[in-house]
């Protein structure tokens, strides 16, 4: 992965070079065995990358490439090369180079701003056509690399990190104490907005497009597939498919030489990851090797999956590299990495994260592989019950709902007939049964206890939950689930963090998974595929046959690898650390956002029960106190957090 920086000025002088060169420092983390700067014109674009991604197959030696009038900074891996340049071809275009940014500026001239749609990887990446004096960037939509842009003074900027934005002596250094709330809540949250309301993040999956005295105009240009209900090729046939698409995104993001590591768990989507790599590596005779890494959790710990990772590899004669879940603190070095974090909200499993991708880099592999997707693409929740109710189909849904073990006719209420009522009905019932939970559709969130009812009001924090929640007309409740677990904002982030803790230790991320012909797949199969039966991930079960021990494959009464003592332990051994004045007088109460006693109520009751998802949203809520401890009281002239109206914000429809 790179850094790169996009300034466009009017005059780009001494004065505007200096700035840009503090701003490519400020992302030194993403690389900087390698720098260059460039003008062209009113554009100033900069690129940083590591020394082991010049190499032919990662991102490559030329860090700004140039066509002409055209010229891009890009942050890219691009699979399905060769097909690309067919379609160049076809359009007439041949690349000036063999770099990534070559074949993303010939894509540019073939298709111009349509240019993403043909793109096929993971990338973000910044074009100035000097022709038309435009920049032009976009990510794609799985959002492993990210970028950010903002009008500071007369400049135009885009960025691969906030950081490079607060290194710009003008920037404004005012937070979103909205925003801020979002975060703390885990609400679903803008596309777009940061807690630094200057800056905003360039969506997954959206294009920007910059002319000087033009205002900025992004575009989503991906749009997630109609998942089917119904249809489709016959399963059997339908699981070759499925088999030869996932060998294909595999042996895509293969390293081009050497060692590469999965992080193999003992469920059903890193597993296929590494059976399919393994498969497409059996006849190869190039010195390329497939290795994993696994963390090994204490028996009787829910996050155990030691046997049935040992099964697999068993089956392929292979050995892991294991990683003891009582040598990685959960928050180990919290404040340190809240005060390094550009943003409040954090990923919840760093540590562990960061453990797998060095145990990737200490076996000498420059690409790590995950099966961050699976769920996405080959799952579905209870919702599909509520279908089947709302389209009448009875006898399926008495079939299904006891397949799935249900019994309670107050069960089915909830679980089944609820979510298919209007708003305005289930707010009712909320209301009339006292319980807030029955208004939830399954895709809002609700803020936690802790949050003061006044703030919530002022600032319609409800209401703004409520408007995000994803509506996309004619779809079926599961169709709209799959939609929106690909679209979500939390999902882009959480794919970019962890790319963020891979490029840390050396390795370049890879999710075989979140490839869209698998995407586009998935969608013409039908639910029953994903769910059914009490079963689920039903086709790509049986698209591994004979790749995968058939003990693996077979259903499950419970699912496996869940981590949450893991996490909850290292709530409990935290609250003991926790200084008094962050429990009774925290920063978030001085915003107005929480009550002060009934957040030290709550971590009270953490201690003596065993409750999960409590124990995550106090870990969130402190995770933000420490930030913005670390970002309002470390610098006499630090932020000032704006408790103002939040600007407008897109709603997805």
């Known amino acids: 992965m790179s850094a790169i920086l996009g300034v466009f000025d009017s005059v780009v002088g001494a004065a505007t070079l200096q700035r840009a060169t503090s701003m490519l420092a400020a992302m030194a983390r993403r690389g900087a065995g390698a720098r260059s700067m460039r003008r062209e014109g009113p554009a100033l674009l900069g690129a940083s990358r590591c020394d082991w991604e010049l190499d032919p197959g990662f991102a490559?030696?030329?860090?700004?490439?140039?066509?002409?009038?055209?010229?891009?900074?890009?942050?890219?891996?691009?699979?399905?090369?060769?097909?690309?340049?067919?379609?160049?071809?076809?359009?007439?275009?041949?690349?000036?180079?063999?770099?990534?940014?070559?074949?993303?500026?010939?894509?540019?001239?073939?298709?111009?701003?349509?240019?993403?749609?043909?793109?096929?990887?993971?990338?973000?990446?910044?074009?100035?056509?000097?022709?038309?004096?435009?920049?032009?960037?976009?990510?794609?939509?799985?959002?492993?690399?990210?970028?950010?842009?903002?009008?500071?003074?007369?400049?135009?900027?885009?960025?691969?990190?906030?950081?490079?934005?607060?290194?710009?002596?003008?920037?404004?250094?005012?937070?979103?104490?909205?925003?801020?709330?979002?975060?703390?809540?885990?609400?679903?949250?803008?596309?777009?907005?940061?807690?630094?309301?200057?800056?905003?993040?360039?969506?997954?999956?959206?294009?920007?497009?910059?002319?000087?005295?033009?205002?900025?105009?992004?575009?989503?240009?991906?749009?997630?597939?109609?998942?089917?209900?119904?249809?489709?090729?016959?399963?059997?046939?339908a699981a070759e498919e499925l088999r030869a698409l996932l060998c294909g995104a595999v042996a895509e993001r293969l390293s081009?030489?050497?060692?590469?590591?999965?992080?193999?768990?003992?469920?059903?989507?890193?597993?296929?990851?590494?059976?399919?790599?393994?498969?497409?590596?059996?006849?190869?005779?190039?010195?390329?090797?497939?290795?994993?890494?696994?963390?090994?959790?204490?028996?009787?710990?829910?996050?155990?999956?030691?046997?049935?990772?040992?099964?697999?590899?068993?089956?392929?004669?292979?050995?892991?590299?294991?990683?003891?879940?009582?040598?990685?603190?959960?928050?180990?070095?919290?404040?340190?990495?809240?005060?390094?974090?550009?943003?409040?909200?954090?990923?919840?499993?760093?540590?562990?994260?960061?453990?797998?991708?060095?145990?990737?880099?200490?076996?000498?592999?420059?690409?790590m592989l995950d099966g961050n997707g699976g769920d996405l693409l080959f799952a579905a929740s209870r919702i599909y019950l509520s279908d089947l109710f709302r389209t009448g189909r009875w006898r399926e849904l008495e079939r299904e709902w006891r397949s799935e073990g249900g019994s309670r006719l107050r069960a089915i209420a909830r679980l089944v007939i609820l979510p298919t009522l209007p708003a305005p009905l289930r707010h009712a019932i909320s209301i009339a049964r006292g319980n807030p939970e029955l208004r939830r559709t399954g895709f809002e969130r609700t803020p936690p206890p802790w949050f003061r009812a006044d703030f919530l009001k002022a600032h319609h924090v409800v209401e703004r939950e409520c408007r995000r929640v994803p509506r996309f007309p004619g779809y079926s409740l599961a169709a709209r689930e799959a939609a929106w677990e690909l679209t979500r904002p939390v999902f882009g982030r959480m794919a970019a963090y962890f790319s963020s803790f891979a490029l840390d230790a050396g390795v370049e991320l890879r999710s075989p998974l979140c490839d869209e012909r698998l995407?586009?797949?998935?969608?013409?199969?039908?639910?029953?595929?994903?769910?059914?039966?009490?079963?689920?991930?039903?086709?790509?079960?049986?698209?591994?046959?004979?790749?995968?021990?058939?003990?693996?494959?077979?259903?499950?009464?419970?699912?496996?690898?869940?981590?949450?003592?893991?996490?909850?332990?290292?709530?409990?051994?935290?609250?003991?650390?926790?200084?008094?004045?962050?429990?009774?007088?925290?920063?978030l109460a001085d915003l107005g956002i929480v009550e002060p006693a009934a957040m030290e109520r709550a971590w009270t009751d953490c201690v003596r029960r065993d409750d999960a998802r409590s124990a995550v949203a106090l870990?969130?809520?402190?995770?933000?106190?420490?930030?913005?401890?670390?970002?309002?009281?470390?610098?006499?002239d630090g932020p000032i957090v704006s408790t103002s109206p939040p600007h407008p914000f897109p709603i997805m429809s």
């Open 60 to 237: 490559g030696a030329v860090l700004i490439a140039r066509d002409g009038d055209l010229a891009v900074v890009a942050d890219a891996t691009l699979y399905y090369r060769s097909d690309l340049e067919r379609r160049l071809r076809a359009r007439g275009v041949r690349p000036c180079g063999e770099t990534t940014g070559h074949l993303i500026l010939a894509a540019y001239r073939a298709w111009g701003s349509e240019c993403p749609c043909h793109l096929e990887g993971d990338f973000a990446f910044v074009v100035w056509d000097a022709r038309t004096r435009t920049a032009f960037a976009a990510r794609d939509f799985a959002g492993k690399r990210p970028l950010f842009h903002a009008q500071i003074g007369g400049s135009f900027v885009i960025a691969s990190e906030i950081a490079a934005f607060l290194a710009h002596p003008a920037c404004p250094r005012e937070l979103d104490v909205v925003v801020i709330a979002e975060e703390v809540a885990v609400l679903t949250g803008s596309r777009d907005e940061t807690c630094w309301r200057a800056v905003r993040r360039l969506a997954p999956g959206d294009s920007l497009t910059w002319r000087p005295g033009e205002r900025v105009r992004t575009t989503t240009y991906w749009t997630p597939p109609v998942f089917r209900d119904r249809g489709g090729e016959p399963f059997d046939a």
């Open 519 to 587: 995407a586009r797949f998935a969608a013409t199969r039908p639910v029953s595929d994903r769910r059914s039966g009490g079963e689920t991930k039903r086709l790509l079960r049986r698209a591994m046959t004979g790749l995968l021990p058939a003990d693996i494959l077979a259903p499950r009464r419970f699912r496996t690898g869940i981590p949450s003592r893991y996490l909850t332990n290292g709530v409990r051994a935290l609250v003991e650390r926790v200084p008094g004045e962050i429990l009774r007088a925290p920063l």
């Open 256 to 367: 081009p030489s050497g060692r590469t590591v999965v992080c193999l768990s003992g469920g059903w989507d890193s597993p296929s990851v590494y059976a399919a790599g393994r498969h497409s590596l059996r006849d190869a005779a190039d010195g390329r090797s497939l290795d994993a890494v696994s963390v090994s959790f204490p028996p009787g710990d829910p996050g155990r999956e030691d046997e049935l990772i040992e099964r697999i590899l068993e089956h392929w004669g292979a050995e892991a590299s294991w990683i003891r879940s009582d040598d990685i603190p959960p928050l180990d070095r919290i404040a340190e990495r809240a005060a390094e974090r550009d943003e409040p909200f954090p990923h919840l499993f760093e540590a562990m994260n960061r453990a797998l991708a060095g145990a990737a880099a200490a076996r000498g592999a420059r690409v």
């Open 619 to 636: 870990l969130l809520t402190h995770e933000v106190e420490l930030w913005l401890r670390a970002h309002t009281l470390a610098e006499r």
